[in-house]
């Protein structure tokens, strides 16, 4: 148990530090996109991520030579059919992320962006992870609170911000997505095909729908070279590495740091400000996604009681299920 609870707190910071690392991506993806396009960005932001992966997963094998006897648990099938699907969720959130990232401001994205802390625990009713009336509820707020923050007189919603939204939801799958086949294959490798995937969709959508040049290639280096590394590599492989010790409600709740960072990396970095509407559009969202993760001492107490009626129902067996 005490082993278990070790591996919790080590995944639980392991994520704690992407949090902070996609925080700060936020600056960096918006002045990125001032001298390329959102498709040309985030391809060369793939291609460096599948980069640094190939290296460490070269520098592991030679390091430990035992590590293709412990692949052979893992699955093929599960490697490449998540890899593939958490690379078109990868895709679609990155490419409306960066579109939306051109007319809104990184604080806003940031907080917008958390919407799929609300929304991973919905889309876990469709592979048999139950939804409480609370969480109906948590959405209902983060509503509230997207409204405050987004929508404008006359009911209209920034062009940027809907954009943004969308990519909630498909960071949302992809972290849905994640959960399911992680368990079933190798980290490094899952996030290889993943990069791949994703790359492939942007470069097509780059040739299909934008210019670009070695010019703004070299002025938006920098911003590329932090996403595709540190956000990118670093990030979404901690991700995965995190998750194999983590429920995804609790990964999302740590993973919603990152509007926070966002919002003070936005006002450092970039001289943005927040109106006091939007700030309690911010407020409200943070309570939605809070509500949403923590269980209250009833609550507790009422699934402990499920639990120890199970326990004596059941065999030893059937016990370990519970816990």
């Known amino acids: ?6 591996k919790e707190t080590q995944s639980a910071l392991l994520m704690v530090l992407t949090a902070v690392i996609w925080g700060i991506a936020f600056v960096f993806q918006r002045t990125g996109m001032e001298h390329i396009g959102p498709f040309a960005f985030n391809f060369f932001r793939c291609l460096l991520s599948l980069v640094f992966l190939l290296a460490v997963s070269g520098f592991l094998k030679i390091k430990n030579k035992n590590s293709e006897k412990k692949q052979t648990n893992f699955s093929r099938k599960s490697l490449y059919i998540g890899g593939i699907l958490a690379g ?3 895709f679609l959130g990155m490419s409306t992320q960066q579109v939306g990232m051109v007319s809104t401001s990184a604080a806003k994205a940031g907080f917008i962006t958390t919407m799929y802390i609300v929304l991973v625990p919905i889309m876990g009713m469709f592979y048999g992870r139950k939804t409480t009336p609370k969480m109906w509820l948590c959405v209902a707020i983060a509503a509230v609170g997207l409204y405050m923050l987004s929508i404008k007189e006359g009911f209209v919603i920034e062009k940027g911000d809907f954009f943004v939204f969308l990519s909630a939801i498909f960071f949302g799958l992809q972290i849905v997505i ?6 079933k294959a190798d980290a490094i490798k899952l996030s290889m095909i993943e990069f791949a995937t994703s790359g492939v969709l942007s470069l097509i959508a780059t040739l299909m729908t934008e210019t670009t040049t070695m010019a703004g290639i070299q002025a938006a280096g920098v911003a590329i070279l932090y996403t595709g590394l540190l956000s990118s590599g670093v990030g979404f492989t901690l991700q995965i590495i995190a ?9 999302s709740l740590i993973m919603s740091m990152e509007s926070g960072v966002s919002a003070i990396a936005g006002v450092i970095f970039l001289h943005e400000a927040l109106t006091s509407r939007e700030i309690v559009g911010c407020i409200i969202m943070i309570i939605a996604v809070l509500l949403a993760q923590l269980d209250f001492p ?3 107490s009422k699934k402990s009681k499920r639990i120890e009626s199970v326990e ?4 030893n067996e059937n016990r370990k299920m519970a816990q």
Not at 178 to 183: G, V
Not at 243 to 251: C, G, I, R, S
């Open 243 to 251: 998750q194999k010790n983590l429920a995804p409600t609790v990964t």
């Open 298 to 300: 009833m609550m507790k």
């Open 88 to 90: 078109l969720a990868l």
């Open 178 to 183: 994640i959960d399911i086949f992680a368990p």
């Open 1 to 6: 148990m005490n082993q278990q609870k070790k």
């Open 312 to 315: 004596l129902s059941q065999g």
